[in-house]
């Protein structure tokens, strides 16, 4: 769509339908791994609310954008031509949203056997909260995630919506789409890839059930060696308000923390000792407090001890290890991160801003017919830029 892209992608045809959140940043990515990614909206939707302007909107970089009208049968016929062509189709609709459409799971891989169906729900398509509306943290709290973050006798904290929407949602969709694809290339037969978030959270925390299994994290929030119970894995506030990330949980890693702090030796030789953490803890907080973040940033600079200073968005674009790493991008007059993961043969390129709908020919679609549609209202003015 435009011409090839860049990427390990470059040359899949994906739909995404519209939508916020987990979904559109797997276009995102997708994208910029080099799919040519097909954006469908409903013409009569509206993103005004979100009050982002086009060029800081990144839920529609990378994409080209057709409006389209499915109320109407010819609307709902050309998204089953579109869904012909395709090789991927992503939605984060309720179920039954598509089905009504007429574009569900049985109608388009019977229109296209080799399409891989990525759904993307909270609870999934089945089961009595499959129709529940819900957000990120909803979905943690179901998933058990949430009971395990925050302070001790202090309430759960909400972790943004990175764990539920963009973790266990995204994420978990791409991988399966891509698992699909590559068994695809054996069987030569798509499939549906059903993501709920609520399942994407809870394998996040694998780990943490086995952990449970064994005794060794305790059900009480904040007592256990991940959740900010140890000194030595928590953030402490220094002299001017900033804060340092103290993370040094190997031996070897705390004792050069406590040799250039530096803690007193009788601490430093008990670092799991857990009736020595409180007195440990306020040892660490007092000498913290002593020194701006930066200057104890830079002590801690280029040694193994862990610590590191806690940076605003603006600043981590602006740190000398990732520009190094040219590990952000400066484009439309903000600054984002870059594509992300690299590739050495097959990288792909920053999603630029999203632009109409021009290559609907790809799909068997002529020219002439594109314009009756449009002059019929059953698509978009074409213009990506607006709500």
């Known amino acids: 769509?435009?011409?090839?892209?860049?990427?390990?992608?470059?040359?899949?045809?994906?739909?995404?339908?519209?939508?916020?959140?987990?979904?559109?940043?797997?276009?995102?990515?997708?994208?910029?791994?080099?799919?040519?990614?097909?954006?469908?909206?409903?013409?009569?939707?509206?993103?005004?609310?979100?009050?982002?302007?086009?060029?800081?909107?990144?839920?529609?970089?990378?994409?080209?954008?057709?409006?389209?009208?499915?109320?109407?049968?010819?609307?709902?016929?050309?998204?089953?031509?579109?869904?012909?062509?395709?090789?991927?189709?992503?939605?984060?609709?309720?179920?039954?949203?598509?089905?009504?459409?007429?574009?569900?799971?049985?109608?388009?891989?019977?229109?296209?056997?080799?399409?891989?169906?990525?759904?993307?729900?909270?609870?999934?398509?089945?089961?009595?909260l499959a129709d529940r509306a819900g957000h990120d943290l909803t979905y943690l709290?179901?998933?058990?995630?949430?009971?395990?973050?925050?302070?001790?006798?202090?309430?759960p904290v909400p972790p943004l919506n990175l764990v539920g929407d963009y973790g266990g949602g995204t994420m978990f969709l791409i991988a399966g789409v891509l698992a699909a694809l590559i068994e695809r290339a054996q069987s030569g037969k798509g499939q549906v890839v059903d993501t709920a978030m609520v399942d994407g959270a809870s394998m996040l925390a694998a780990p943490f059930f086995g952990f449970a299994a064994t005794g060794f994290w305790r059900a009480a929030r904040g007592e256990n060696l991940l959740d900010g119970d140890a000194p030595f894995y928590d953030t402490y506030e220094a002299a001017d308000g900033g804060h340092l990330a103290v993370a040094c949980l190997e031996p070897q890693f705390f004792a050069e923390f406590a040799r250039l702090l530096p803690l007193d030796k009788a601490l430093a030789a008990a670092q799991y000792d857990e009736a020595c953490w409180p007195r440990m803890r306020a040892a660490i907080a007092a000498r913290i407090a002593e020194k701006p973040r930066d200057a104890w940033a830079a002590l801690f600079s280029g040694t193994d001890a862990c610590v590191a200073p806690v940076l605003t968005l603006k600043e981590a674009a602006e740190h000398p290890h990732n520009r190094a790493r040219n590990a952000h991008a400066t484009q439309g007059g903000f600054t984002r991160p870059a594509p992300a993961p690299r590739f050495s043969r097959t990288q792909g390129e920053i999603a630029q801003p999203a632009r109409p709908a021009s290559a609907l020919n790809r799909f068997g679609i002529a020219p002439e017919e594109v314009e009756r549609l449009a002059a019929e209202g059953v698509i978009g003015d074409g213009d990506a830029s607006t709500d």
């Open 1 to 128: 769509m435009g011409g090839p892209r860049k990427g390990p992608l470059s040359g899949l045809a994906v739909i995404e339908m519209a939508g916020l959140g987990p979904v559109p940043l797997a276009g995102l990515m997708l994208a910029e791994m080099g799919a040519d990614v097909l954006r469908i909206e409903r013409r009569d939707a509206a993103r005004a609310f979100l009050k982002v302007p086009p060029q800081y909107d990144l839920d529609r970089h990378g994409r080209e954008i057709l409006k389209l009208d499915l109320k109407r049968d010819e609307g709902r016929a050309l998204l089953m031509t579109l869904i012909g062509g395709a090789d991927v189709l992503i939605e984060g609709f309720r179920p039954g949203v598509m089905e009504r459409l007429g574009a569900g799971p049985e109608a388009a891989l019977a229109c296209n056997p080799r399409l891989v169906y990525g759904r993307m729900t909270g609870f999934g398509q089945e089961g009595p």
């Open 141 to 155: 709290a179901y998933s058990g995630v949430l009971s395990m973050i925050g302070r001790r006798n202090a309430r």
